[in-house]
């Protein structure tokens, strides 16, 4: 089968490799869409462990597929099935993983990370994904893009749960990459009054009137006179930063009003993540300050859902699609930040 596999930093080859093997308790998936994410990006920009010219790994973990073979001991899963895959798992034992939050086990790991993942035509399902119910059942009129770009929207939507949206909220989001378009579709779902979006790039901006005219774009240059003309000095209710800059979790404290919540949705290198705060803000405006990592598969379910029931149009967000033979040009064109979502597909 082809996969699209990184041998190292800035090395990713299209090359033929076996298709998996699955024991007694695993499924192997078909891949027909898998979505390019920045982590993707970032790990074949810098680097990843473990992941060298001896040691290759097949990227990918925003996938949707069908079941093209189950082991013997596999329950409720069958061949032909149509499924979206959640790609984090843990131990399974721990108070974490006991409560539903695989994804903060000190032992995680997903597909496309620490394992092979669906940048390739078949993706082996191990069997603790497949007892946890990672594997879902997609309803007939979800496409497998669709099914893609959920596992980016479910990130979102476990951010808007840390840090919540009320009716009425005024909501600024840092950042108009692809997470920052999306959290503001969730915001406007959640009952946000006004959602505006800043981008120090006014392409990222324009892509946003294209998807939803209703955002309000603003400019880096006097983004703040922008929100205190905007908000009449209140400062908004909500910000969210959704790139990594500690520049904008530095303005999130000064561009939040009273009572305001603050979501650190996006991580940041480790040489800059020592950030100066400025806590008198934080305290005299009692602020509540949270952040927040990957998804569930609770999140995961709860976002098919929003898809399934046309709540949420996510068609807008793929920009481009290229097959697994291009997987290389793919990931330069999700590099290059002209699009929103890129998705490899295979016939």
Known sequence: MLAARMFGPGDMRVVEVPVPEIGDHEVLIQVKSVGICGTDLRMIKN?????????????????GGIIADTGKNVKHYR?????????????????????????????????????DGGFAEYVRVPERAVLFGNIVELPDHVSFDQAAINEPLSCVYNGIIQCPIASGDEVLIIGAGPI??????????????????NNRSPGRLEICKQI????????????????DELTGGKGVD?????????????????????????????????????????????HYKQLLVTGSTKANNHHFRKMLQFIGSGILDVNKLISARYPIGRAVEAVEYAMSSRGVKTVIYFD
């Open 238 to 282: 909500v910000c969210v930063t959704a790139n990594a800059s500690p520049e904008a979790q530095q303005l999130a404290v000064e561009l939040v009003g009273m009572n305001g919540k603050i979501n650190f949705f996006g991580g940041l290198p480790k040489e800059r993540e020592m950030v100066s705060l400025n806590t008198n803000a934080i």
């Open 212 to 227: 939803d005219e209703t955002i309000i774009t603003l400019e880096s240059e006097r983004i703040k006179e922008r929100i």
């Open 79 to 115: 061949k032909g099935m149509r499924v979206g895959i959640a790609p984090n798992m843990g131990c399974g034992l721990c108070d974490k993983c006991v409560r539903g939050d695989q994804h903060l086990c000190v032992h995680y790991e997903a597909l496309g990370i620490q394992m």
């Open 47 to 63: 680097g990843y462990a473990g992941i060298g010219p001896e040691t290759p790994r097949t990227l990918g973990h925003e996938i």
């Open 180 to 197: 920052g378009i999306m959290y503001a579709q969730l915001a406007k779902i959640s009952g946000a009054a006004r959602v505006f979006i």
